[in-house]
């Protein structure tokens, strides 16, 4: 009996050592394969255990494996994957392990690697582009190839609304400058796949429409590898771009960063009309502008995505971006010829401003989850930190001038502002199933915290502050959020419904205007999708969505920004938050060819509308609240190989938009604007060699019209080439595209009605040529493959729709 306490020590030992499983990997040459992927699983499920890699010298080390049957699976691109069975009780050293070359079975690998996929579910588009030929360049470039995604200038259109921006399921609280660059700087080779989601679901925030989810890769290839890359474009001016990416992951982390640099030179012109009217409403005068705006700058971005597992039940994750743009320098030169009614001969001014700029943002973003049960209930806790923080100068001088270019007079101002916003959140999310349902719910806290103030300066003589234009405005929002979430699909049919529900809190203080708006309000955001699958080839997706647009902090700030003395931006410290009620009937066949028809209203659609005044001759474009805006529309869309050479992917959208505006400058009387439009777009990838290292991408895309606010845009027509060749065993890659080629990009944007007639052309560097350059080092030949279900296994279960 006394040896009894040693007997069960001695059992427990043996049944829980580690053991350590080594080995070397060559070919049938005895030539030493380097960074082949060494997996082990968990026998008799086959349940992912350990990984590694082969090191220069071909060897490979797996540490602290318990006792136990497992399956060891190793590969390496152009050869056969071998699978070999082990039973492991102490430390093992399997020698060398021969795998055999298959050039066949490399070229079935890639040809299968370079077909991105969509995946189209009852409340989003999946296109799922990891290790394909579309993960080449920068993200930014990736998102204009997706379906369903047009870009106008800068933003991101989903169903002609603006769509939100997130990553890995978190928002992205960034202008649109700041978010091209940010994209541009992103590797898409990081990229696994982006969501457009045209119905988000309840753990979704209630504001936007649509939204757009990037995700990253989480595969399971061991190693490191990295890139560089260098871009140079040619506009009118010239710009480039350096950078670098870089991954490693091992058992238990995952680490991507990247650094890119950005010096530019954009050149952009404006074209613009006004008619001024008399009260009688006769012709007083007609003013042409032409203005020239050259932007220097030189940013900086880095960002990095860290993945730690802890254990089994316990995972964390850490990301952030810091960008810095400083001395960034900006020149307008304003020209205006006046025309009075009835004469010949044009006066006018000269207006010429300067801003100088610097603006620092960057976001920080922890994440623990842990799972709760076998079953996969877990609990996710994260929280967000989001800065920005800008100052700017600007320094302006206006002559004018006769019909005999003598100058009449002059004036000159100086404005110096800053502004500071800090964002926190904190979120927390609950996942299980309860019988028959998918079940989710959460709870989300956000603050925004901004001050801006702008001191104006009249330097015409002397330097005098100012006090009318001059401001501090103070901005306070918190936002408390709770939702729930249930899925559940049986035999045909699948439901997916959600409710939110957000308490939001608001206070803007405006000193100048000593005035103080606070909101508070409580508002129920349901979504509900119900799809009926008629036959193996046909479904169709009946939902509902209720969202929320609330005011830019910037559009609440009352400060004038000027483009020259009678031409200013202003914003409204009294905007209110818009309502959007969306219905949508979908039909899917084949996962091929998609038919959405919906509707949209917005009740206090937020928007940037001009009035022109014509008692002292000014045009002040202002956030205001429209009474409301409505969308009719029928899209059509297919995306599907052609041949094994060509894939593309066609889109189509007819549509009615209406909205009423007050007309504050013609008496407040409520006016309606209308159009209807059709936006057509064409991609197409084409592989010209049969070693698909060389291919080809044509982009063709047509908007007639579409209204923001009171202006009217449309006649839009964009092509865009591009090549890319792979040298060096695929070690680098060459890119070349040519960009809107027949500079037919942009059009005209009108206002008309009653006493408001005012129009402008802009014309940025839209036909530019890029050439594009990215080596690959390191482990670059290992893809970010996951374990999935084999196809046979997936039919047997029950087959998820919805969300």
């Given at each position: 009996m006394k040896c009894f306490p040693l007997f069960i020590f001695l059992v427990f030992i043996s049944t829980t050592a580690q053991n350590d499983l080594t080995g070397t990997v060559s070919n049938n040459k005895m030539e030493l394969i380097a960074y082949s992927n060494v997996v082990l699983f968990k026998m008799p499920d086959s349940v992912f255990y350990k990984a590694s890699y082969t090191d220069v010298e071909g060897q490979f080390k797996i540490p602290d494996c318990s006792n136990g049957n497992y399956t060891l699976q190793i590969s390496s691109v152009g050869y056969v994957p071998l699978s070999r069975k082990l039973s492991l009780n102490q430390t093992t050293d399997l020698g060398t392990i021969i795998l055999n070359e298959n050039t066949e079975e490399l070229d079935a690998i890639l040809i299968r690697a370079s077909k991105p996929t969509i995946d189209k579910r009852a409340d989003r588009l999946v296109f799922n582009v990891e290790n394909t030929v579309l993960s080449i360049g920068n993200t930014q470039n990736l998102l204009k190839k997706t379906p369903g995604v047009f870009e106008m200038e800068g933003t991101y259109m989903v169903q002609n609304s603006p769509a939100v921006i997130y990553i890995n399921n978190k928002r992205v609280y960034l202008t649109s400058d700041e978010l091209s660059a940010l994209l541009r700087g992103y590797s898409a080779d990081n990229i696994k796949s982006v969501e457009v989601i045209t119905n988000p679901p309840a753990s979704y925030d209630a504001e936007g429409v649509a939204v757009i989810n990037i995700n990253t890769s989480k595969g399971i290839s061991l190693g490191y590898k990295g890139n560089v890359s260098g871009q140079w474009t040619q506009g009118t001016f010239a710009k480039y771009q350096l950078g670098s990416s870089h991954f490693y992951k091992n058992n238990w982390l995952h680490v991507y960063s990247s650094y890119n640099y950005n010096p530019r030179r954009d050149l952009k012109l404006d074209d613009a009309r006004i008619g001024f009217f008399n009260p009688d409403g006769s012709r007083s005068e007609r003013w042409f502008t032409k203005l020239e705006k050259v932007d220097r700058s030189a940013a900086h971005n880095f960002n990095t995505i860290v993945d730690m597992t802890v254990n089994e039940r316990n995972s964390l994750s850490f990301s952030g971006n810091f960008s810095t743009n400083q001395n960034n320098d900006v020149t307008y030169q304003n020209e205006t010829l006046v025309l009075q009614e009835g004469a010949t001969m044009f006066t006018g001014f000269n207006a010429n401003s300067q801003f100088e700029n610097n603006r620092t943002n960057g976001f920080a973003n922890a994440q623990w989850q842990h799972v709760l049960n076998e079953e996969g209930a877990s609990l996710t806790l994260q929280g967000n930190y989001i800065f920005t923080d800008s100052d700017q100068l600007q320094n302006l001088s206006t002559r004018f001038f006769d019909a005999d270019q003598t100058t009449t007079g002059t004036n000159s101002f100086l404005t110096d502002t800053f502004q500071e916003i800090d964002i926190y959140t904190a979120k927390l999310d609950f996942i299980t199933t309860i019988g028959s349902y998918d079940f989710s719910s959460g709870l989300k806290f956000s603050n925004v915290s901004s001050t801006s103030s702008q001191n104006f300066f009249d330097t015409n003589s002397g330097s005098t502050l100012n006090p009318s234009l001059s401001d501090l405005f103070l901005y306070e929002e918190n936002i408390f959020a709770a939702y729930a979430q249930i899925d559940r699909s049986w035999e045909k049919w699948s439901l997916a419904a959600g409710l939110r529900l957000e308490q939001t809190d608001v206070e803007g203080d405006s000193q100048s205007l000593g005035q103080v708006n606070t909101q508070e309000y409580l508002e129920l955001f349901p979504n509900l999708a119900l799809t009926h699958q008629l036959n193996e080839n046909n479904s169709y997706t009946l939902s509902y969505k209720r969202t929320i647009d609330r005011p830019r902090y910037t559009d609440l700030n009352p400060f004038k920004t000027f483009l020259n003395d009678f031409n200013f931006n202003t914003g409204n410290p009294n905007l209110q938050p818009s309502f959007n009620n969306k219905f949508t009937l979908s039909w899917n066949h084949q996962n091929t060819w998609f038919i959405d028809t919906y509707f949209l209203y917005t009740k206090d659609l937020l928007s940037d509308v001009p009035f022109q005044n014509n008692t002292n001759n000014t045009l002040n474009i202002q956030s205001i609240n429209l009474n409301y805006e409505l969308q009719y529309s029928i899209d059509l869309a297919t995306y599907q190989y052609i041949n094994k050479s060509w894939y593309t992917g066609v889109s189509a959208s007819l549509f009615y938009m209406e909205n009423?505006?007050?007309?504050?400058?013609?008496?407040?009387?409520?006016?309606?604007?209308?159009?209807?439009?059709?936006?057509?777009?064409?991609?197409?990838?084409?592989?010209?060699?049969?070693?698909?290292?060389?291919?080809?991408?044509?982009?063709?895309?047509?908007?007639?019209?579409?209204?923001?606010?009171?202006?009217?845009?449309?006649?839009?027509?964009?092509?865009?080439?591009?090549?890319?060749?792979?040298?060096?065993?695929?070690?680098?890659?060459?890119?070349?595209?040519?960009?809107?080629?027949?500079?037919?990009?942009?059009?005209?944007?009108?206002?008309?009605?009653?006493?408001?007639?005012?129009?402008?052309?802009?014309?940025?560097?839209?036909?530019?040529?890029?050439?594009?350059?990215?080596?690959?080092?390191?482990?670059?030949?290992?893809?970010?493959?996951?374990?999935?279900?084999?196809?046979?296994?997936?039919?047997?279960?029950?087959?998820?729709?919805?969300?």
């Open positions: 009423e505006t007050k007309a504050i400058q013609s008496g407040n009387v409520d006016v309606v604007s209308s159009t209807t439009g059709f936006y057509l777009n064409s991609f197409n990838r084409f592989n010209m060699s049969e070693d698909r290292t060389l291919s080809m991408d044509v982009d063709v895309s047509y908007l007639s019209s579409i209204l923001f606010g009171t202006y009217e845009w449309g006649g839009s027509f964009v092509t865009n080439v591009s090549f890319n060749k792979s040298i060096w065993k695929r070690r680098a890659q060459l890119t070349l595209a040519f960009n809107d080629i027949f500079s037919t990009q942009n059009q005209r944007m009108y206002t008309r009605y009653l006493n408001q007639d005012n129009n402008y052309l802009a014309l940025p560097e839209t036909r530019t040529v890029t050439l594009g350059f990215t080596y690959n080092f390191g482990n670059f030949r290992l893809e970010n493959n996951e374990i999935t279900t084999p196809e046979e296994e997936e039919r047997i279960s029950k087959k998820e729709r919805g969300l």
